[in-house]
């Protein structure tokens, strides 16, 4: 998440007992918040919805051809989606010093089942350890081998977790095992979105517990730190076995480096990993003798990238310059407003671009064929939306397609709105209605994105042309 987090640096200890009562996640914490037999039957993936549009597409607009149910709506911050095979979809829900206000009573793992297919939840179930038990979420989820995975945890460290899913009870058959734990949730970013592959292993979003790892954070003109001592055990991705339990977090583990916060990360149709990443902030407020308010709102680019195994794609050395198209070097280390490239010439770019500060969260490579050809293979993204591009309007708070042929974007700088309307009349964080988040992809090819604002889900379907 995009946002000055001064709220980051209030950390409690955890009691020892509390600490066992969230790391042993029961049946008994089962949430059912709609009644319905547990073994109704799933609603079928393998054809596009027969529903009608809701008229107003649950509040966004679409391309012509396009519609939307509201799947489900206030089931809490709902960040990253996952969809089993029968068409249950499972989300990740979050809490903790981001958000004001209550928390959602029940766990914070949200399984959604739609029994009549009409593109709306019908049976609402919550598993996994609660608020009580000092659970604050989290943010990544998938499903490997029909065991659900999840990151949950506290305010100290998270965990990925196993559980047994029955495509009949939609909630654990066991309790859940720890395939990673301890990892870092402190600073600026602490949430841990993942991707798994076809053979499990684990890609995971490890984000900076900082803005530009700067010796004093976010402050005028401090410098930072060199060497980046951050970049051991943050700011970058790291692989696990999703076949073991009992992995521990540490910085042997790590795969790719220089990536600020990854939050949108996805495998395409070829099994090619993909991240997204939230560029740094604060150019011209901690740099004001070196850039313009101007430059701030528009410096540096968001940022999609071809991730490779012990890649370094920069921060916080270097950012991307979407008008130069280039990696230039940060203020904090020597940087001169985009003119210095030092050592940026031997880092990774991106493969694609879109303007700064919009926040990209969720990632999905399209490989259904419900939506016409044009969207085969391509990318879509979910911008949370912007906080910082002032003197400008905030932006982003939408859904962006990303072309692309013969394996690789179509241009590096086009990007298509796919999705917008969803923070209403105003996109500023704290007035805006939705948030969109996470992305997921059914098997009759619709979509659902996530909202961790007002905790909706939309369900997208195309429906054909309508001229």
Sequence with gaps: MKRNNSLARFVRPMPSALLLMAALTVIGCTKTERTASDTSAA?????????????????????????ATVFADTIGHARDIAVNSNGDVYVNTWSGRYYQGPTHPGGFIVALRDTNND??????????????????????????????????????????????????????????????????????????????????????DVG????????????????????????????????YDGNKTSQRFSPAERYATGIRNAVGIALDGGGQLYSTQ??????????????????????????????????DYGWPYCYYDGQQRKLVLAPEYGGDGGKAVGDCATKKGPEAFVPAHWAP?????????????????GAFIAFHGSWNRAPGPQEGYNLVFVPFTGGKPADPAKYEIFADGFAGPTKQPDRAVHRPTGLAQARDGAIYVADDKGGRIWKIVYKGSTR
């Design 361 to 377: 969260d969720g990632l999905l490579f399209y490989t259904g064929s419900q939506f016409p050809a044009h969207y085969k293979d």
């Design 119 to 204: 593109g709306k939840v019908d049976i609402i179930k919550r598993f996994g350890p609660d608020s009580r038990q000092r659970n604050e979420g989290g943010t990544g989820i998938g499903i490997y081998k029909g065991a659900l995975y999840v990151e949950e945890g506290d305010t100290i460290a998270k965990r990925i977790v196993r559980y047994a899913i029955s495509p009949d009870s939609m909630t654990p058959t066991s309790r859940a095992d720890t395939i990673v734990g301890r990892l870092p949730a402190n600073g600026d970013h602490p949430m841990h979105p993942f991707a798994i592959d076809a053979s499990g292993n684990i890609f995971m």
């Design 43 to 67: 609603s079928s993936t393998q054809a596009a919805t027969a529903a009608a549009c809701a008229a107003d597409n649950g509040g966004i607009t679409l391309p012509s051809g396009f519609c």
């Design 278 to 311: 939230h560029g740094r902030d604060q150019l011209y407020e901690n740099w004001p003798k070196v850039y313009t308010s101007e430059q701030g709102q528009n410096l540096p680019a968001e940022e999609l990238f071809k991730i490779e195994d012990g890649g």
């Design 208 to 239: 900076s517990a900082s803005n530009s790892c700067q010796v004093k954070s976010r402050q005028l003109e401090s410098p930072g730190r060199n060497p980046c001592t951050e970049l051991q055990t943050r700011a970058g991705i790291w692989r």
